[in-house]
Nanobody
Framework: QVQLVESGGGLVQPGGFLRLSCAAS????????MGWYRQAPGKQRELVAMITSGGGTNYAGSVKGRFTISRDNAKNTVYLQMNSLKPEDTAVYYC????????????WGQGTQVTVSS
């Protein structure tokens, strides 16, 4: 079992920045692909960014150039640095862990609220 706890969300003005953290426990962090998803009310949950155990990354087109995902395996933590925030970035952001060889093992955090508003 993998337990994920997100932190770092909050209220920020357009053009501002936030850094989200996701701390994992309960299993071996380094064998999981980690991702950040977001969901706004009435909208589908969408992938924002992902990072593999080897450090490869992928981003949604709407955040490319503004957001950066990274991981620190020694600390069992994945980060999402969000810069140049826009009101449309407002959502609950969820951390996700996906086992790279056994796909039935995937886990979600509880989410952290990000609100971008003047």
């Amino acid at each position: 079992q993998v337990q994920l706890v997100e932190s770092g969300g909050g209220l920020v003005q357009p053009g501002g920045f936030l850094r989200l953290s996701c701390a994992a426990s309960g299993s071996i962090f380094s064998i999981y692909t980690m991702g950040w998803y977001r969901q706004a009310p009435g909208k589908q949950r969408e992938l924002v960014a992902m990072i593999t155990s080897g450090g490869g990354t992928n981003y949604a087109g709407s955040v490319k150039g503004r957001f950066t995902i990274s991981r620190d395996n020694a600390k069992n933590t994945v980060y999402l640095q969000m810069n140049s925030l826009k009101p449309e970035d407002t959502a609950v952001y969820y951390c996700h862990a996906d086992h790279e060889t056994i796909p039935i093992y995937d886990y979600w955090g509880q989410g952290t609220q990000v609100t971008v508003s003047s």
